[in-house]
Nanobody, 126 residues
Framework: QVQLVESGGGLVQPGGSLRLSCAVS????????MGWFRQTPGKDRLLIAG?????????YHEDSVKGRFTISRDNSKNTAYLQMNSLRPEDTAVYYC??????????????????WGQGTQVTVSS
């Protein structure tokens, strides 16, 4: 059973930065596509960044975070990251890490994604 543990969330001022980490255990990390989703109350979970398995040669960033957030992976550490810069109040949400053997699954119904972390709160406020 694959387990995902997020860390790095917290309170940050507008314009600040945070780096989220997602440590994966119980599976072969390099074979999993990784994704970061976020969710606010009353809204669906939204994919904001994804990275393909193995070399991570294919990445996706949702339009509202493009140029500010960067997803990456370190297969030697079994960890995926989301570097978040120039944070805005509208980035406030619970952020979830996700893993699935199929990169394409990240772009469909989140209910089909195989594994999830517990979520970490990111609050952007002065």
């Amino acid at each position: 059973q694959v387990q995902l543990v997020e860390s790095g969330g917290g309170l940050v001022q507008p314009g600040g930065s945070l780096r989220l980490s997602c440590a994966v255990s119980g599976g072969t990390f390099s074979t999993y596509a990784m994704g970061w989703f976020r969710q606010t109350p009353g809204k669906d979970r939204l994919l904001i960044a994804g990275i393909s398995p193995r070399t991570g040669g294919s990445t996706y960033h949702e339009d509202s975070v493009k140029g500010r957030f960067t997803i990456s992976r370190d297969n030697s550490k079994n960890t995926a990251y989301l570097q978040m810069n120039s944070l805005r109040p509208e980035d406030t949400a619970v952020y979830y890490c996700a893993a699935d053997p199929n990169y394409g699954t990240m772009f469909g119904n989140p209910g089909f994604v195989r594994s999830w972390g517990q979520g970490t709160q990111v609050t952007v406020s002065s």
